[in-house]
């Protein structure tokens, strides 16, 4: 603040801002001169480049469907229907399960990235030689393509003839057909999200971890308390925040989640791995624009009533520790 | 309306904008060394089965026309093809011939406006007249046929069919004693490859031919909305016979992720015995192996009244904005001629019969394309659904899928599609929907 | 004895971990190095016969040369898309930051609901076609801008926040104001965390899958991964190929992961913990 009163008297006061900020004014001249300074200085046009692409491109079409999500439309004419998109969405088995699917899948990526990300980080906070090298290892899928990911699993994955089955098979294990089987199909997309996405849970970790003074450990030490009463009375409360980030960043992702579910099974066997993204594409893919538009609406509607009250209550919760 | 016009009167000016580029191109090629030459275009799609064999055809067709020279383009297939064919159309860019779909594509196509009438034109004089209705709209006739028909029903092994003495059913029950012989002598009764999750439609499109057998009109009253496949008894077979082979445990385990390319294989390798299916993966085999793969109709209950249900073969169609339109038609009745079939028999293995007048399949055709040849030749045989009515749903797969693998009970998976199909029609706005 | 147990199984809980993360790697590679026939057996084996050359060779002749056509696409949506964001957002960062008050208030809760809310495709496809730029490259240019904007902002915001205010004080006395003081003193000062959003966005756009699907459909305009997502269909049985354009689609991020492993590390983290 004092600098930029400093500011203030070194340059004139801006001529076309405010028109009554030379005179002596009946309001304090510095604060009208710091604004005007700022105007200057961090002038609100910077926000114009970005405001019209992400206006233009994001916020109006997030806007706008609203509206077509209750029409029929072809993009060239929509009719307006009311409801009957969304009586059609929560009627129709297949959608219904897309919304159960979503769910699960988001539930099951979250909490096992939180339990998997958690342990990697503390064996790789601990002291072993080629922890550097490991971490390298574990992230680096969260750099590959999905693509890439999706198609190299579903062929690992294969029934008979696939690594992971050839594996099971000489260790006595008969593997389920992982992709093809309505009942394993979501859950086997899901750990090979588990799979890319663990390596980014494990370094938000082992940052929170870090940033664990050693006091607490070396209390539980004095106290003559192991490794399980460290790891539970100290790792787990004190790196709430990466838990908590780690949640919201795979609750987030997890919802919305599309790619690896389209490359590795298309949604299905039949409808049992849909989840509304791809829902959304494949009623695009058939022409039904309202309908899809529909689904997008339900996805914003999902992630904004788990997502929201969630980051509000760890926000509180990470004041409050 | 105004939209529409706007839209049409764009079309019109790019279309005339064109014209000048088009003439400069095509008189500096005639001012250059070809001397004379017409050069016209030809657009198919990028499938390794099409291209061979459509360069064949041009190479018989440039010979035997030497003042004709062809130059093909390529367009992805499936719905993107769709797309760009529908865009080249209505800006006015389209090939002097384009090689499509027959029947509802086509018809989405808006060929009264876009293409040029071939109604007794001499280009279709060798073109078999049970073709036509795939390429006719309001009584006017669009197209020839290029390439072979397709079968869609049952593929076998004819090797385990002759060790286990078993033969082709000619009945629904004939085909269940046959898969519980298959099943006993531990080889896998039925083939399913739902990666591809379009084979899982064949057995309710492979069955229409039985519905036509105790309906004739049902094609029509279905395009009008007055039959369901759920509240049909005979129709709704189809939707049973997909979810019985995973009942009776004739469905090979690795049904989910299995592609059709693994498919054909295991059946050539005589691991398993059925494979509900087209007939046209048999040309990626090699001919060794599809020696052995024979084809039968999805039987239906009584055998009188036994036969196959066929897939049309894709038509030719010229576009109005051709300024080759002869040349072009020269190539058209080339492609459906003997001629041009031997031509194309030599690059790709028949699948399936020509619809082409006197054409006769080559010796070392595979036997699925003789079976379903005596098929066509005894009549009876009915095209597939979707070249009689434009009612069809996009979740047809997905649905079968689901049925096939036990998740969705028959009569609820055809009232599924029902509700699937009226989305559909509602959003193409059809009359009577 | 006690630590002795608890050594050795963090050595096995490692090989697993070893195993679980690079044996899909080496499974890519050798696959890609096999002949058509011997990658079709889909099994975990090395090649009889390295024909990895030829393999290179023959996936990008495949389809009259597609995947160049992609790569350059791919190449030119990274690096315009990249520019762009970083001009733009470090703009928006720095004063979102320094000028706090109603505005930035607004911008913040949209740097969020950008964070959160998952685009609305269909409308989206709609305006793009109102501007006529629907199915081009400028389209998906600024959609990988406007969708990647929320993430860029935080990043360069949190940086902005260490950079002391003394310094734009500075050099408002030597006379610079708004556009040249930021972009003569400021957006120098940004070059680490400009390093890390070029970073972590190029890896983003060059993987993106949804956005060229949605936005960018059709083989003449293909991107790196639509490719690889057609070729599935395709390759249908030329398993030896698929895997060598898994493989030259994944050598990109694997270089930039080795000289910057630690930026991109960085960039990740920051963002997801500020966020």
Not at chain 2, 311 to 318: F, L
Not at chain 3, 36 to 65: C, H, M, Y
Not at chain 3, 168 to 192: H, K, N, Q, W, Y
Request: proline share 6%; glycine share 8%.
């Amino acid at each position: 603040m004092v600098m930029s009163s400093r500011a203030d008297e070194a340059r004139p006061v801006g001529h076309r801002d405010d028109a009554g900020a030379g005179r002596p004014a009946r309001k304090s001249p510095r604060a009208t001169g710091v604004r005007n300074v700022r105007a200057h200085t961090y002038p609100y046009w910077f926000y114009a480049p970005a405001g019209i692409v992400y206006g233009l491109i994001f916020l109006v079409p997030t806007v706008i469907s609203f509206y077509f999500a209750f029409t029929r439309w072809t993009l060239f004419e929509s009719e307006f229907i009311g409801l009957d998109n969304f009586r059609q969405f929560f009627s129709e088995q297949a959608l219904v399960s897309g919304l159960r699917n979503t769910l699960v899948y988001a539930v099951v990526t979250s909490g096992l990235k939180v339990v998997l990300g958690m342990l990697l980080a503390v064996l790789l906070t601990g002291p072993i030689r080629s922890r550097g090298l490991m971490r390298s290892v574990i992230f680096f899928p969260v750099l590959v393509s999905t693509v890439a990911v999706g198609i190299t699993f579903s062929v690992l994955l294969q029934p008979d003839v696939g690594v992971v089955s050839t594996v099971l098979a000489k260790l006595g294990i008969t593997a389920p057909d992982w992709l093809g089987d309505p009942a394993t199909a979501l859950l086997s997309v899901a750990l090979v999200d588990v799979w890319k996405g663990v390596g980014l849970a494990t370094l938000i970790y082992i940052a929170g971890i870090l940033a664990i003074p050693r006091d607490y450990y070396e209390a539980v030490d004095v106290d003559g308390g192991g490794a399980w009463t460290k790891f539970r009375n100290v790792t787990v409360p004190l790196s709430r925040p990466a838990t908590f980030t780690v949640i919201l960043l795979s609750l987030i992702g997890g919802l919305r989640s599309f790619d690896l579910i389209w490359t590795m099974t298309g949604g299905g066997p039949g409808f049992s791995s849909d989840v509304i993204a791809s829902i959304i594409y494949k009623t695009y893919q058939a022409g039904f624009f309202g309908l899809s538009t529909a689904g997008n609406v339900v996805l914003f509607i999902l992630v904004t009533l788990i997502v929201y009250p969630l980051s509000r209550y760890f926000n509180s919760r990470e004041v409050e520790s | 309306m105004k939209i529409s016009r706007s839209r049409l009167t764009i079309a019109t000016v790019a279309a005339f904008a064109l014209v000048p580029l088009a003439a400069c191109s095509s008189s500096s090629d005639s001012s250059g060394s070809s001397g004379g030459k017409t050069e016209i275009t030809l657009l198919t799609d990028n499938a390794e089965t099409t291209v061979k064999p459509a360069k064949a055809v041009i190479a018989a067709f440039e010979k035997a026309n030497p003042t004709i020279t062809v130059k093909t383009e390529t367009r992805p297939g499936g719905s993107d093809g769709d797309n760009l064919v529908k865009t080249k159309l209505s800006t006015g860019d389209m090939s002097d011939v384009f090689w499509y779909n027959s029947g509802s594509l086509l018809q989405a196509l808006s060929p009264e406006k876009t293409l040029v009438d071939l109604t007794n034109d001499p280009a279709l004089k060798d073109t078999d007249p049970s073709f036509l209705p795939a390429v006719t709209q309001n009584g006017k006739v669009y197209g020839a046929p290029w390439g072979t028909a397709m079968g869609g029903g049952i593929l076998y092994n004819k090797d385990v069919y002759s060790q286990l003495g078993l033969s082709v059913p000619k009945t629904w029950a004939e085909f269940e004693s046959n898969s519980d012989k298959i099943k006993a002598a531990g080889i896998t009764p039925v083939l399913g490859t739902l990666k591809d999750t379009f084979t899982s439609q064949l057995y309710v499109l492979g069955d229409f031919h039985n519905v036509a057998a105790s309906n004739p009109k049902w094609a029509d009253d279905y395009t009008a909305n007055k039959v369901k496949y759920a509240t049909d008894p005979v129709a709704l077979k189809g939707f049973q016979k997909a979810a019985e082979p995973k009942q009776k445990g004739w469905l090979n385990s690795s049904a989910g992720s299995l592609t059709f390319a693994q498919g054909i294989k295991q059946l050539a390798q005589g691991k398993a015995a059925q494979y509900p299916m087209l007939t046209f993966p048999i040309s990626t085999l090699a001919p060794a192996d599809a020696a052995k793969i024979g084809f039968f109709g999805i039987p239906g209950d009584d055998a009188s009244t036994n036969g196959a249900t066929i897939w049309e073969p894709g038509g030719q169609y010229i576009p109005k904005t051709s300024k080759n339109i002869d040349a072009a038609k020269k190539f058209v009745a080339f492609v459906a001629s003997v001629a041009g079939t031997d031509a194309f028999s030599s690059a790709v293995p028949p699948t399936g019969p020509y619809l082409v007048k006197g054409s006769t399949l080559p010796d070392n055709a595979p036997p699925v394309a003789t079976d379903m040849q005596a098929y066509i030749d005894s009549k009876t045989s009915t095209p597939a659904l979707e070249f009689l009515s434009p009612v069809k749903g996009p979740s047809l797969e997905q649905i079968m899928v689901a049925v096939m693998t036990g998740q969705t009970a028959p009569q609820d998976g055809a009232a599924q599609y029902d509700s699937d199909v009226t989305k559909q029609a509602k959003q193409l706005g059809l009359p009577g929907w | 004895m006690r630590a002795a147990r608890r050594t050795s199984l963090e050595v096995v809980a490692i090989l697993v971990a070893a195993v679980v993360f690079i044996v899909p790697f080496i499974f890519m590679f050798v696959t890609a190095s096999k002949n058509e026939s011997e990658s079709a057996d889909l099994a975990f084996s090395l090649p009889t016969q390295w024909t990895v050359l030829d393999n290179i060779k023959e996936v990008f002749e495949a389809r009259d040369g597609i995947l160049f056509t992609a790569f350059r696409n791919s190449a030119i949506l990274t690096v315009v898309s990249v520019t762009i964001l970083v001009v733009v957002c470090a703009m928006v960062g720095y004063v979102i930051q320094r000028r706090p008050g109603r505005v930035a208030n607004v911008a913040n809760v949209l740097v969020l609901s950008g964070l959160i809310i998952p685009p609305a495709v269909v409308p989206t496809i709609w305006v793009l076609q109102q501007l006529h730029i629907f199915k081009t490259l400028p389209g998906l240019i600024l959609v990988e801008v406007a969708f990647n904007m929320a993430f860029c902002v935080l990043l360069f915001r949190a940086f902005v926040a260490a950079i002391p205010r003394e310094l734009d004080e500075a050099a408002m006395i030597d006379g610079c104001t708004g556009l040249s003081l930021f972009f003569r003193v400021i957006f120098p000062l940004l070059r680490p965390v400009t390093i890390t959003v070029i970073l972590t966005s190029s890896v983003f756009i060059f993987n993106d899958f949804v956005n060229p699907l949605y936005f960018l459909p059709g083989d003449e305009n293909a991107t790196v991964q639509l490719t690889l997502y057609n070729f599935l269909s395709q390759f249908n049985t030329q398993y030896n190929l698929l895997f060598m354009n898994i493989v030259l689609v994944t050598i990109p991020p694997l270089i930039l992961f080795i000289f910057f492993n630690r930026k991109i590390v960085a960039g990740m983290t920051s963002g997801a913990v500020k966020g």
